[in-house]
C-alpha cells in the first residue's frame, strides 16, 4: 500500500523558516517524481515545486522560486521542501503527491497533508 | 504562465443527474491534463489523467475529453459519494490547477 506521510508543519513567523519532510513507502520511490502542492484555507490547490527520480531536475512555482527548495534523499525514501523567507501568503496546508511517472506531474497518491502557519 | 479557468464554480444537482464541468486553458497544452475529487478535509484523489484516460478504481460513470484548450469532465449519473469539488490539472508546462468547481445537492 503506497503511503506518503508528512511532517515539519507548524507555526512560525513572517521571514523564518520550515523544512517539511515526506516518508514515502509502498513503492519504489526512486523511479517515480514526486511535488509539493499546497492549499490556503478555503482556497484551491497550488502545485509549489517538483523533482525529478533521480532529483537532478527540480520545478517551482514563481510564487515560492528562491525561497523554496525541494530536494529528495533515495536512500531514504524521504523528498523535502525547505522553505526560506516565509510570508502570511504561505499559510496553507502542504501535500506531499507522487508522480505517475518519473518526471510526472499528475498524482496519483497524496498525503495527508502538513498545516504551515505564518503569522506573527 | 498557464492559466486554467473553470466553469462553473459552483454547481446544484441531483442524485441521477448528468454532470459536465469545463476547464479552458489560456494556451495548448496537448493531452497534458487531469481531472481530480477533492472533499473536505481530504486529500484530492486523481480521476483522470491525460485527458480521457481513468485511473485505477474510478467508476466508469466519469469520462474526460477535450483538446488544446478545452477539456470536459461528465458524471454520466451523479451519485451520492460524488459530492465533492473537482479540479483540472494542466501538466504541459510545469502544472497549474483550475480553481475548482463544488458540485452541491439540489
Known amino acids: 500500500e503506497v503511503q506518503l506521510l508528512e511532517s515539519g508543519g507548524g507555526l512560525v513567523q513572517p521571514g523564518g523558516s520550515l523544512r517539511l519532510s515526506c516518508a514515502a513507502s509502498g513503492f519504489t520511490f526512486s523511479i517515480y517524481a514526486m511535488s509539493w502542492v499546497r492549499q490556503a484555507p478555503g482556497r484551491g490547490l497550488e502545485w509549489v515545486s517538483g523533482i525529478s527520480s533521480s532529483g537532478g531536475s527540480t520545478y517551482y512555482a514563481d510564487s515560492v522560486k528562491g525561497r523554496f527548495t525541494i530536494s529528495r534523499d533515495n536512500s531514504k525514501n524521504t523528498v523535502y521542501l525547505q522553505m526560506n523567507s516565509l510570508r502570511t501568503e504561505d499559510t496553507a496546508v502542504y501535500y506531499c503527491?507522487?508522480?505517475?511517472?518519473?518526471?510526472?506531474?499528475?498524482?496519483?497518491?497524496w498525503g495527508q497533508g502538513t498545516l504551515v502557519t505564518v503569522s506573527s | 504562465d498557464i492559466q486554467m479557468t473553470q466553469s462553473p464554480s459552483t454547481l446544484s444537482a441531483s442524485v441521477g443527474d448528468r454532470v459536465t464541468i469545463t476547464c479552458r486553458a489560456s494556451q495548448s497544452i496537448d493531452s497534458w491534463l487531469a481531472w481530480y475529487q477533492q472533499k473536505p478535509g481530504k486529500a484530492p484523489k486523481l480521476l483522470i489523467h491525460d485527458v480521457s484516460s481513468l485511473e485505477s478504481g474510478v467508476p466508469s460513470r466519469f469520462s474526460g475529453s477535450g483538446s488544446v484548450t478545452e477539456f470536459t469532465l461528465t458524471i454520466s449519473s451523479l451519485q451520492p459519494d460524488d459530492f465533492a469539488t473537482y479540479y483540472c490539472q494542466q501538466y504541459n508546462t510545469f502544472s497549474t490547477f483550475g480553481q475548482g468547481t463544488k458540485v452541491e445537492i439540489k
Open positions: 503527491a507522487k508522480g505517475r511517472g518519473s518526471s510526472s506531474r499528475e498524482f496519483d497518491y
